[in-house]
């Protein structure tokens, strides 16, 4: 039991925190097979026609061949001009599997109702692990496939080819079923892996906050869509205030301290507001603030500097810690830059640093 849930949270945790990767992955894998589905049905259709001279069987090939192709087209197409949808790519990801396995039913039962045939196993094999899903999806998709073909197989199928069919379809599955978990395991493993060096790479050791990397990927995904929708959007710079003094006077390692507190204080800030919030090097910390103006952006810097004085942050001898803050805003136009709205954001900042520090300074 244990196994099976920690496979389950593994599961959510994989399709919640990497549903864009996925997506991308499954769209690239959805071009790749459905052109050679497409080369597979007009080459082997030919040489099938031309070896077993069956017309239902040639009939089958061109069928399929024809459904295909717009897919074909439609996949190429889709995704090459804006980011493709996670539930769109996955139900696109279901109906190629349809589409296969139909086929493989097709050919398997209808042309030669008296003969046994091996291509349905071997088709759901193949589709098994093409497209990267959960587990139940994958296995219901497979399991509906399974049904229907022997449902299909006990009306058409002669007795003697009946038994090699239905022994096949049903070994197939309960076969493939542990395969598929044991396949989904391997990917839930390595996108655990993956979900935790990203995270080493995004993150500030020191403080648990996001880095400069992290920050400009989130923050200027946020001022672009910003930009787009024709909204404002605000930037918060924070820097302690005399922080090389506290270093020189405490040390280092009291100045660490110091930055770890503050990175607790200002992860909680953000979660209440809904930001994100980043350590932009040394002493320095970033707010982005999108939908929201200026005003509104000074008002969040004075409820940060309230903040921090309630939680009493202190230097080793009892005196306050401090934070100066400057805030910029615009509504960005197809010119502006987020690195140009953080350098007014510094600029500000500055200025608060010279009206005596401890305080807010806008545009």
């Known amino acids: 039991m244990e196994k099976i849930k920690a496979f389950h949270q593994r599961g959510r945790r994989y399709f919640s925190q990497l549903r864009r990767e996925v997506a991308r992955s499954n769209l690239t894998m959805l071009r790749r097979v459905s052109f050679a589905f497409e080369l597979f049905l007009v080459l082997y259709g030919a040489a099938a026609g031309a070896i077993f001279h069956s017309a239902d069987l040639n009939w089958y090939y061109l069928l399929f061949a024809g459904i295909n192709l717009p897919m ?80 299909l197989a006990l009306r058409i199928k002669t007795p003697d080819a009946l038994a090699y069919d239905v022994s096949g379809a049903v070994t197939t599955w309960l076969l493939g079923f542990f395969f598929l978990y044991w396949v989904n395991d391997l990917r839930l493993r390595d996108g655990e892996i993956r979900l935790e060096l990203e995270h080493i790479s995004r993150t500030d050791p020191l403080t648990g906050l996001l880095n400069r990397r992290a920050m400009e990927d989130n923050m200027v995904r946020g001022y672009r869509r910003c930009q787009k929708g024709g909204m404002s959007v605000a930037v918060v710079m924070l820097d302690i205030d005399d922080f090389k003094q506290f270093n020189d006077r405490f040390g280092h390692p009291a100045g660490d301290r110091c930055l770890m507190e503050l990175g607790r204080v200002l992860n909680r800030f953000a979660e209440e507001q809904g930001v994100f919030v980043a350590r932009y090097g040394g002493e320095e910390f970033i707010f982005s603030l999108p939908g929201s103006t ?17 939680e009493e942050l202190c230097a080793p001898d009892g005196v306050p810690i401090t934070l100066s803050v400057g805030v910029a805003a615009e509504i960005p136009t197809g010119e502006g830059t987020f690195a140009a709205l953080v350098e007014r954001a510094d600029a500000a900042l500055y200025r608060a640093k010279a009206r005596g520090k401890n305080c807010v300074a806008g545009e």
Request: net charge negative; hydrophobic share 55%; proline share 7%.
């Open 72 to 151: 074909v087209f439609f996949f190429f197409w889709y995704g090459r001009r804006s980011e493709p949808s996670y539930p769109v790519v996955q139900g696109l990801s279901i109906l190629m599997v349809v589409a296969v396995l139909g086929f493989a039913i097709c050919i398997c039962l209808f042309p030669y109702p008296d003969r046994p045939s091996i291509f349905f196993p071997l088709a759901y094999m193949l589709v098994s692990v093409l497209f990267t899903m959960p587990l139940w999806q994958i296995a219901l998709t497979l399991t509906a496939e399974t049904g229907l073909y022997l449902a």
């Open 294 to 310: 200026g005003a509104e952006g000074v008002r969040a810097g004075e409820e940060l500097l309230e903040r921090i004085r309630q």
